[in-house]
Structures are given as structure tokens and as C-alpha cells.
């Protein structure tokens, strides 16, 4: 008798996950989260996917929820680069922008291309933190959980 009853419990929680999209069931268990994504990679295909988890985990907790900075350092100015010529990189950047993503731009990473942040797609004077790494840890100190994808 036990095991019909935990059958039935079992297909009325599998109709019920299925009849409601996973982000009403999930959305309200999480409290509202800081986040620094690291992003120090020079691979577009990698920067694409973090830019997406980022997008979703957005989504997962609704903007009004989430503080979102991510850290560019490294040969990942070069994607910041490429998008002041090319549109696909800016619709992207400025999608996750109009969510509040704020790109912290590491200074010394600039200095080591030898660009300006004036060469960076629509990143201003104030985007620029002297290192980048100190920043992590500095928002870590604040309360930012660490994610690098």
C-alpha cells in the first residue's frame, strides 16, 4: 500500500514540475544574490556561453534580485575590442547591460594591449579598476559570490 501511494505521490509531483515552468517553482526559493563572474579567457565561443549564464541566472532570480559585475581582464579586453566593429558583440553586451550587468574593466590589462578604455566598445573611465584580481576580491570582501565559468 505504502508503494502505490509514493507511485502516485511520484506521477502527481512529475505533472506538477511539468505543468509549471521550472522558473515559477524556483524563482521565490532563492534569496537575492551578488555576483562577480571572472572573465580573463580569449575564447569568443567561452565568453558567449558565460555571457548566457549570466543572461540566465538573470532570469532564474529577476534583475531586481541580482547584482551582477563582471571582472574583464586578460585577453578578454579583446573581445571588448572586437566589439566596437561588430554588432553581434555590441547587441550582446548591451542586452546584459540593460540588466545591469556592470563590466569592470582591469586597467592593467589595458596597459598590457596598449588600448585605452576609449577603444573599448561603450565602456566609460569609471568601468576601469586599477587590477582587475583585487577587484575580485574586494567584491568578495563585499559580499560577491566568485563565479567563474
Given at each position: ?13 512529475t ?7 521550472t ?43 541580482i ?6 581582464h ?12 561588430d554588432e553581434?558583440?555590441q ?32 565602456v566609460e573611465?569609471?568601468?576601469?579598476v ?20
Amino acid at each position: 500500500m505504502k508503494s502505490i501511494f509514493l507511485s502516485i505521490k511520484a506521477i502527481l509531483l512529475t505533472f506538477f514540475v511539468a505543468a509549471v515552468p521550472t522558473s515559477q517553482l524556483l524563482a521565490s526559493d532563492y534569496p537575492d544574490q551578488k555576483v562577480v563572474y571572472h572573465i580573463n579567457y580569449d575564447d569568443p565561443k567561452r565568453i558567449s556561453a558565460t555571457f548566457t549564464n549570466i543572461a540566465n541566472h538573470i532570469n532564474a532570480l529577476g534583475e531586481d534580485h541580482i547584482s551582477v559585475k563582471a571582472i574583464i581582464h586578460g585577453p578578454a579586453i579583446k573581445y571588448f575590442i572586437e566589439a566596437s566593429d561588430d554588432e553581434t558583440k555590441q547587441t550582446t553586451i548591451d542586452s546584459l547591460r540593460l540588466n545591469d550587468v556592470h563590466f569592470v574593466i582591469c586597467g592593467n590589462s589595458l596597459d598590457g594591449f596598449q588600448v585605452s578604455y576609449e577603444e573599448l566598445y561603450e565602456v566609460e573611465a569609471e568601468d576601469v579598476v586599477q587590477a582587475g584580481l583585487p577587484e575580485i576580491v574586494y567584491l568578495q570582501q563585499q559580499g560577491y559570490f566568485y563565479v567563474r565559468p
